[in-house]
Every structure is written in structure tokens, then in C-alpha cells.
């Protein structure tokens, strides 16, 4: 498997934890794990296979990094990228706005290019609208930490092991 770049934006540090819970399932060798806050969007070039993580604020506004990091992707091509995605919300007190954040980053990748994978269905979540849906599947991985941080670990273990077949 060619090496992984795992992109991440986090306010409070819960999907930095995801992130290395991820890149720990992974393993070492294969990825390479990247704050958004310390690069910009050309970086995303160097890698065939590339994990975003994002929370949701506002009300299913981006993560504040990611407003500075998202519209660097009008300048770089992902065509031939394989890319998996992962969200961080709360589906309790955001349950309209759930994960909106992983929506509009996907929007953005498959406008650029990119091959989006490890759709992840929605069952165990209650929440009541998402611009990450996508059939009966979110478009990445759900993970609420504030509702649900019990099932985090067995979440990223299992999806970890449904992407790891598809990356190139
Ligand atoms: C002020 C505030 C606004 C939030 N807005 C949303 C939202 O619109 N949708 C959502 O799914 N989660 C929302 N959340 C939940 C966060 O996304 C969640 O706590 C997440 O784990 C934070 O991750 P981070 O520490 O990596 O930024 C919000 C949380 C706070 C405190």
C-alpha cells in the first residue's frame, strides 16, 4: 500500500485523538499525519491515498482551520486520489446539522477529482438531518465523542479495516 496522508483539523482535540487512533490502526510505516493548522492544501499532492478529518461548529459550519484549508483544493488536482473520509459531531444537541462539515469537504473532493470511499452506514446513530448523507450511508465515518465515545474505538478499528482493502 503506497503511504497515507492523513489531514486533520481539530478545535478541542477530539479529532486529533480520532486521527491517531486511525493512523495507529494503519500502522506507523503507512501514514503520514498532517495538522491543518501547520500546512496548506498543495501538501495533499505528495499522496495517492489521502484521509481528511474535520468536526462540525457553528451550526454545520467547518472546523476554523479548515475554512483556511478547504478553498486551497480550487488549486490542486485529486483526479487518480483515492480519498476516505471522517467527521466528528454531536448528534444530540446538532441532530439537524449532524457531521455537516464531512458533507461539504466531500462535495469539494469530487468536484476536484478525487474518489471518495468508506461510505459507513448510519445505523446505531439517531440524529435528524446531514449534508453527509448520502442513500443510507454518511459519506465517511461517523464519530460522535460527546454521545457515543464508548463505541469510538470499535468504529475506527472496523472502518480502518473496510478502507485499508480499497486504498491503492
Ligand atoms: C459551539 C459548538 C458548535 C457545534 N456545532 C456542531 C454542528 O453544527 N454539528 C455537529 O455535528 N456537531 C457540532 N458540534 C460538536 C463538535 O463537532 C464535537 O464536539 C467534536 O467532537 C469537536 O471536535 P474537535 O475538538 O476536534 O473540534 C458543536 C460543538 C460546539 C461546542
Request: net charge negative; proline share 2%; glycine share 14%.
Amino acid at each position: 500500500m503506497k503511504t497515507v496522508g492523513l489531514f486533520f483539523g481539530s478545535e478541542t482535540g477530539n479529532t486529533e485523538n480520532a486521527a491517531s487512533m486511525i493512523a495507529a490502526e494503519l500502522g506507523d510505516g503507512n501514514v503520514e499525519v498532517y495538522n491543518i493548522a501547520d500546512c496548506d492544501a498543495s501538501s495533499l499532492a505528495s499522496y495517492d491515498n489521502i484521509i481528511l478529518g474535520c468536526s462540525t461548529w457553528g451550526f454545520g459550519e467547518l472546523q476554523s482551520d479548515w475554512e483556511n484549508f478547504l478553498p486551497g483544493f480550487d488549486s490542486v488536482d485529486l483526479t487518480g486520489k483515492t480519498v476516505a473520509l471522517f467527521g466528528l459531531g454531536d448528534q444530540v444537541n446538532y441532530a439537524d446539522v449532524f457531521l455537516d462539515a464531512m458533507g461539504t469537504i466531500c462535495e469539494k473532493v469530487r468536484e476536484r477529482g478525487g474518489s471518495v470511499i468508506g461510505a459507513w452506514p448510519t445505523d446505531g446513530y439517531e440524529f435528524t438531518g446531514s449534508t453527509a448523507l448520502e442513500g443510507s450511508n454518511f459519506v465517511g465515518l461517523a464519530i460522535d465523542t460527546d454521545n457515543q465515545d464508548d463505541m469510538t474505538p470499535g468504529r475506527v478499528s472496523e472502518w480502518v479495516s473496510m478502507i485499508s482493502g480499497q486504498l491503492q
